[in-house]
């Protein structure tokens, strides 16, 4: 995976870890993107999944960047192995809010951790 962006599974709660740098580059996001979607198509069989997905600061390279996460999750790999999604980011781009059991946004880490186990 990127270097730049941590990338774990957590097995207490079922879900992928994933956390951004301070500055996100659309090379690095990219990049990243691409191995995560590998690493999924690895998985066979398995019970489904979740992601917490923490865009620290949520300084992005370009819009680019938010266009190609949200491309990530309509992708059919992501579809079949994530059932769950928290996404955690400042609360001066999207409020807190859970949408419903499946879908989630957080201002910081430990609450979507949380919600998630």
Known sequence: MSPHIET???SEINAYIVRMPDFISF????????????SLNEIKGQEKSAILL????HQ????KCLKLLRELFAEPQVKHCIKRTAFVG???YREPEIIDFTE???????????WLS
């Open 90 to 92: 400042p609360s001066q």
């Open 104 to 114: 989630g946004y957080f201002s910081n880490y430990e609450e979507a951790y949380r």
């Open 54 to 57: 923490d865009t620290n600061n």
């Open 60 to 63: 992005f390279e370009s819009v």
């Open 27 to 38: 090379n690095d996001l990219k990049q990243w993107k691409d191995e995560f979607l590998s």
């Open 8 to 10: 774990r599974y957590d």
